[in-house]
T-cell receptor, first 115, second 112 residues
Framework: ETGVTQSPTHLIKTRGQQVTLRCSSQSGHNTVSWYQQALGQGPQFIFQYYREEENGRGNFPPRFSGLQFPNYSSELNVNALELDDSALYLC??????????????FGSGTQLSVL | QKEVEQDPGPLSVPEGAIVSLNCTYSNSAFQYFMWYRQYSRKGPELLMYTYSSGNKEDGRFTAQVDKSSKYISLFIRDSQPSDSATYLCAMRTQGGSEKLVFGKGTKLTVNP
């Protein structure tokens, strides 16, 4: 086990709704990243948070937003859901030391289905 | 051209076979190279982590990086049915957000 936990494990929403996914990082890790994995594809980088600030963003629209809390837990929020948002959403935590990150450890993901 | 190319397979081998998995990439700035294993409906699990060129061995797994050819490989010796999973290559540059760029994954089945 990686020590990274995500909730919920599965979620069904309808188009246009909003969703919040949650992640609890591995103890001592100060960086959290979110990835989207569509069926049959590799994970795609959404964004990273370091010390509660966004530290890089992939090619995702602004309706994808996030938060990192002082205890290093994190949320991913998606507004105005579209059918193409159906995917496995993965949270990964890591420890950044001197602005360099070592290894990423992934949670089991939240499977989001948009109908 | 995608930044990272990986043959999605599927790949089916008998138990005990040597498995070779490969990725090519186009971004010469990539410095860190990883292989992840992903079981169905689970998150990726880090198998191998390599910086720059060279070989790294861990038990039955060997990772090779050839930066001059922009080519990385993962070898699995004495493959077991429990190795059946999707294998993802991933890589990143140094600094910045340090986002990982993944291949599509290769689905491997090891038959008893």
């Amino acid at each position: 086990e990686t020590g990274v936990t995500q909730s919920p494990t599965h979620l069904i929403k309808t188009r246009g709704q909003q969703v919040t996914l949650r992640c609890s990082s591995q103890s001592g890790h100060n960086t959290v990243s979110w990835y989207q994995q569509a069926l049959g594809q590799g994970p795609q980088f959404i964004f990273q948070y370091y010390r509660e600030e966004e530290n890089g963003r992939g090619n995702f629209p602004p309706r994808f937003s996030g938060l990192q809390f002082p205890n290093y837990s994190s949320e991913l929020n998606v507004n105005a859901l579209e059918l193409d948002d159906s995917a496995l959403y993965l949270c990964a935590s890591s420890l950044k030391v001197d602005r360099a990150t070592e290894k990423l450890f992934f949670g089991s993901g939240t499977q989001l289905s948009v109908l | 051209q995608k930044e990272v190319e990986q043959d999605p397979g599927p790949l089916s081998v008998p138990e005990g076979a040597i498995v070779s998995l490969n990725c090519t990439y186009s971004n010469s700035a990539f410095q860190y190279f990883m292989w992840y294993r992903q079981y169905s409906r689970k998150g990726p699990e880090l198998l191998m982590y390599t910086y720059s060129s060279g070989n790294k061995e861990d038990g039955r797994f060997t990772a090779q990086v050839d930066k001059s050819s922009k080519y990385i490989s993962l070898f699995i010796r004495d493959s077991q049915p429990s190795d059946s999973a999707t294998y993802l290559c991933a890589m990143r540059t140094q600094g910045g957000s340090e986002k990982l760029v993944f291949g599509k994954g290769t689905k491997l089945t090891v038959n008893p």
